[in-house]
């Protein structure tokens, strides 16, 4: 008998490597293999996709910040107007975007001090040369 269905599930972020797909002949159950090969060549268009940065929920405000922002988007978006899946798949993307922008900031704040900080040590740099060659003209003039 041949009612059996047999399925491979792929996560929608690896559909594109997809490059064969076979249905084997059954043997020893009543279970027909599937074998499905993967091109890791290939480059994805999106990107492996976005990890979330623990380090971000460390931060005391950006964790406040999330906490209320779930807290408002339940209370506007659950009306029963649209499905608890697509409320919540969207109340994802919501969150992930706070969270991107927070990163972004964080990093452009780690890159405005470390350059102020360079400019800083250059600056006294200066400063020390300028007083060592002071001191060498001093000994030289004496």
Not at 34 to 61: C, F, P, S
Not at 82 to 94: D, F, G, L, N, R
């Amino acid at each position: 008998m041949y009612s059996r269905l047999d399925y491979i599930l792929v996560d929608n972020q690896l559909i594109e490597r997809v490059a064969k797909v076979e249905i084997e002949a059954m043997t020893l159950s009543d279970h027909i293999p599937v074998k499905m090969k993967l091109g890791w060549g290939k480059r994805l268009t999106g990107g492996i996709g976005w990890k979330l940065n623990e380090a971000l929920l460390l931060d005391q405000e950006i964790d406040q910040r999330i906490r209320e922002e779930i807290e408002r988007f339940f209370q506007e978006n659950e009306t029963g107007e649209v499905s608890v899946a697509t409320v919540w798949e969207s109340h994802k993307a919501y969150i992930r975007g706070i969270l991107i922008a927070s990163a972004a900031k964080k990093k452009r704040e780690r890159r405005e001090k470390l350059t102020g900080l360079l400019k800083e040590i250059f600056d006294l740099e200066q400063i020390h040369k300028n007083s060592i060659r002071k001191e060498i003209t001093q000994k030289i003039t004496k």
